[in-house]
């Protein structure tokens, strides 16, 4: 059996034109600037935040009053940072709750202004979860309220990963 060290490179053959081709359609991560940090959370310019803890990236939505059927339009709709959005479950939202005796129990990057917000997860056809952070509690209501409620999107972590064509031209 041949070591790996001695097993023969395998050639492209490729020639000096096509490899200036490719590198002329490489893509390049562009990484959006970091505007603030809160120990745990780092916001970006695009209004993206990195949970450092949990490798999540979160992304509050409008700050109106919106039921969970606009909310999941909008979540569906976001292209912000290479897109993969989503509602987030209930465990995701409890994992951002931080008990403080000052009252701010959702880090003020997040800069919304109510209390409570949707979940993804659902107990029928006509209500869903929502957590509310002023206590820290669960609890399931009609789709169709709006009154306090905001939205968050969520994903995994993605490093903010645009595409964007070099400008390297092929000679």
Known sequence: MQNVV?????????????VVEKIADIRFLYRP???????RYVAYE???????????????????DINWEEGCRWVSNLSTGG??????MLGELKGLFKKNKAGDNLSPLFDI?????????????????????LPGNQFWTYKTCSTRFR???????????????SKMRAD
């Open 83 to 88: 897109g993969g959005w989503r509602l987030p």
């Open 113 to 133: 202004s109510a209390t409570d917000v949707w979940s993804c997860e659902t107990e029928d056809e006509s209500s869903a979860w929502g957590f509310n952070f």
């Open 46 to 64: 695009n209004r993206v935040i990195c949970d450092c803890y949990s490798g999540l990236e979160w992304l509050p939505g409008p700050d109106r």
């Open 33 to 39: 600037e970091i505007i603030a940090r809160d120990g």
């Open 151 to 165: 939205v968050l999107a969520v994903r995994l972590r993605k490093y903010h990963a645009f595409e964007r064509k």
């Open 6 to 18: 001695q097993r023969p490179i395998r050639q492209w053959g490729l020639d000096k034109k096509q």
